[in-house]
């Protein structure tokens, strides 16, 4: 009986307060998927700039170990690298490629006889800006 009651009793309510928190998730959800896409994106550009940068920068061979020979023996033939070259390339190529008129940093760079890696690092400003999060974000490309 009191269910009964209970089911067809008339309640009278305004769903503003429903309607306007509704409202404010999915806004702060598109804000979020902007930034996200916009990050990844910028993360994007970065990994290609890196990337033509090393490839350009491995057609600097270390031409008496080329000539040495040194890997004669192994099953796995490598070109040798010149490293010092290599770097230097790498750095003034980075350096002449912004990405959104933002400076790239190269935070580290490792140069082995037959391999080159480096991790390269930009600021980057988020679209929207969301006030619970910070304001830059730093984006990082993995070793190559």
């Known amino acids: 009986?009191?269910?009964?009651?209970?089911?067809?009793?008339?309640?009278?309510?305004?769903?503003?307060?429903?309607?306007?928190?509704?409202?404010?998730?999915?806004?702060?959800?598109?804000?979020?998927?902007?930034?996200i896409s916009s990050a990844y994106a910028v993360k994007k550009q970065l990994t290609n700039v890196a990337e033509a940068a090393i490839n350009k920068?491995?057609?600097?061979?270390?031409?008496?170990?080329?000539?040495?020979?040194?890997?004669r023996f192994s099953s796995i033939k490598r070109v040798p690298l010149d490293c010092s070259t290599a770097t230097r390339t790498f750095s003034q190529l980075i350096?002449?490629?912004?990405?959104?008129?933002?400076?790239?940093?190269v935070d580290q760079i490792n140069c082995t006889l037959y391999s080159i890696s480096a991790k390269v690092s930009v600021m980057a400003k988020l679209p929207i800006q969301i006030p619970f999060f910070r304001n830059c974000h730093r984006l990082f490309m993995h070793e190559g």
């Open 57 to 71: 920068s491995v057609h600097d061979i270390n031409l008496p170990a080329y000539y040495a020979q040194l890997n």
């Open 95 to 105: 350096d002449q490629s912004p990405l959104h008129n933002k400076r790239i940093n």
């Open 1 to 35: 009986m009191a269910l009964k009651e209970w089911i067809t009793k008339s309640d009278r309510g305004s769903l503003i307060p429903l309607s306007f928190g509704f409202f404010l998730i999915s806004m702060t959800l598109i804000f979020i998927s902007i930034n």
